[in-house]
């Protein structure tokens, strides 16, 4: 098996797509004429955004809404940059709401993370490996 999609639950599929265009530089890659699903160029992996009207045929039972006014889920999306302090700029810019300034992990990663405008938490960061040589 492989990753292939992770999906979001929005109130707004479109306005989530801009705002990840603006904020992070991920380009739409497909909008439903519903507007009800969406998808933005990550690589192999697709991101994904449904509107809570399909979260809720697809899930009956109900589901955990992340909100900007609530605490972050347990989960994160993880983006990686060469330069987090230019790409946390960039998405506050854009209307992220800033979570946590950059730091040096001891693993040798930089991390920052931001709060998306639906809410989801999303780390901006570096890329695991061993560090260049000075």
């Known amino acids: ?31 439903h004429e519903s507007h009800e699903y969406g998808e933005l160029e990550t690589g192999p992996t697709i991101l994904g955004f449904a509107s809570h009207n399909l979260g809720a045929m697809n899930i009956p039972g109900g589901y955990a809404r992340s909100t900007p006014a609530d605490k972050p889920l ?29 730091v040096l992990k001891p693993w040798g990663q930089t991390v920052a993370y931001v709060r998306s405008i639906e809410g989801t938490l999303i780390s901006l960061c570096t890329p695991i490996g061993p560090p260049a040589a000075t």
């Open 74 to 102: 347990g989960m994160e999306f993880a983006l990686e940059t060469t330069d987090v302090s230019g790409a946390l700029a960039k998405a506050l810019a854009a209307g992220a709401a800033a979570f946590s300034a950059p």
């Open 1 to 31: 098996m492989k990753l292939g999609y992770a999906i979001v639950y929005v109130d707004n599929v479109p306005a989530v797509l801009d705002f990840y265009n603006r904020a992070f530089g991920l380009k739409t890659r497909f909008l």
